[in-house]
């Protein structure tokens, strides 16, 4: 059993900045891949930015986002700058996982809110 911790999103203005992170926890496991997807009231839920030997972004984001990983905290990182009230959403935490029986697995994190102003 894979845990992700996501941390921390909030309130900001439009044009500001903010940073998430998502630590994966348990036994027994590789990651093949992390990411962040979002979900907006009445919208589905869409990929954000991915990374695994390569980070791929939804077109929205580009340029404005930046993924990151830190392989020995097990961790991903996300920093977003020039924020847009669009981009207010639950952003969740997934990972692409290989556990000891070779089974893929993906898992998610609880969310964390990003609320934009304008």
């Known amino acids: 059993q894979v845990q992700l911790v996501e941390s921390g999103g909030g309130l900001v203005q439009a044009g500001g900045s903010l940073s998430l992170s998502c630590a994966a926890s348990?036994?027994?496991?590789?990651?093949?891949?992390m990411g962040w997807y979002r979900q907006a009231p009445g919208k589905q839920r869409e990929l954000v930015a991915l990374?695994?030997?390569?980070?791929n972004y939804a077109d929205s984001v580009k340029g404005r986002f930046t993924i990151s990983r830190d392989n020995a905290k097990n961790t991903v990182y996300l920093q977003m700058s020039s924020l847009k009230p669009e981009d207010t959403a639950v952003y969740l935490c997934?990972?692409?996982?290989?556990?000891?029986?070779?089974?893929?697995?993906?898992?998610w994190g609880q969310g964390t809110q990003v609320t934009v102003s304008s």
């Open positions: 348990g036994s027994g496991f590789s990651i093949n891949g």
């Open positions: 990374i695994s030997d390569t980070t």
């Open positions: 997934n990972a692409d996982v290989r556990n000891i029986g070779g089974l893929r697995i993906r898992y």
